[in-house]
Every structure is written in structure tokens, then in C-alpha cells.
């Protein structure tokens, strides 16, 4: 069955970094668009970054351009989220995403904590 297994997540001051990692199996990864969603107590769960295939068609949200990157191992089926510059109001628990290029079913991991606090 689809999985999708993040970690990565914890506490780290403002101004820190860490990389989230979500583990995908079940499907063939290739064939989906890998994406990072978080959602902050008492609000919507929004977007943060998607990737395509082979790096193609990265978008970002505007809070987190220019900080965040996503990226994606086709040969561990993984895909990450390197967070740098890490702000209070990034904290959120956070979670993978897996949408088919072709159904355009979506899969979602079980999220993981980020707090970013001094």
C-alpha cells in the first residue's frame, strides 16, 4: 500500500535550518508530483513547495522562497525540504504529499513537528 514516512522534524532556534525527508513507497514515484504542505495550530493546512519530475516544475510559496528547497532522490524515492533561516511563524507540522501525474489522486504523510522558537 501507498506510504509516505517524513521525518526530519524538531525544535531549532530562529535563524537555524533543518531538512525534512519523506519516504515514499507503494507507487511509482516517478510518475508523481512530490509537494511539502504545513499546517500552524488553529489554521488551514497551506502550501509550501511542489516538484514535478527529475527537478522539474519547482514552485514555491512566497513566505518560504529564497529559505526553503525541495528536492528529490529517484533512486531512494525520497523527497526532501532543506529549510534554512527558519522563522517563528514556520513553525507548523508538516507534512508530504503525493499527487499521480495521471489520476490525480493524492496521498499524505502522517506529518511532522517543526518548532522554531528561542
Known amino acids: 500500500q501507498v506510504q509516505l514516512v517524513e521525518s526530519g522534524g524538531g525544535l531549532v532556534q530562529p535563524g537555524g535550518s533543518l531538512r525534512l525527508s519523506c519516504a515514499a513507497s507503494?507507487?511509482?514515484?516517478?510518475?508523481?508530483?512530490m509537494s511539502w504542505y504545513r499546517q500552524a495550530p488553529g489554521k488551514e493546512r497551506e502550501f509550501v513547495a511542489t516538484m514535478t519530475t527529475a527537478g522539474r516544475g519547482t514552485k514555491y510559496a512566497d513566505s518560504v522562497k529564497g529559505r526553503f528547497t525541495i528536492s528529490r532522490d529517484s533512486a531512494k524515492n525520497t523527497v526532501y525540504l532543506q529549510m534554512n533561516s527558519l522563522k517563528p511563524a514556520d513553525t507548523a507540522v508538516y507534512y508530504c504529499?503525493?499527487?499521480?501525474?495521471?489520476?490525480?489522486?493524492?496521498?499524505w504523510g502522517q506529518g511532522t513537528q517543526v518548532t522554531v522558537s528561542s
Open positions: 504529499n503525493a499527487r499521480s501525474l495521471v489520476t490525480w489522486v493524492d496521498y
Open positions: 507503494g507507487f511509482t514515484f516517478s510518475t508523481y508530483a
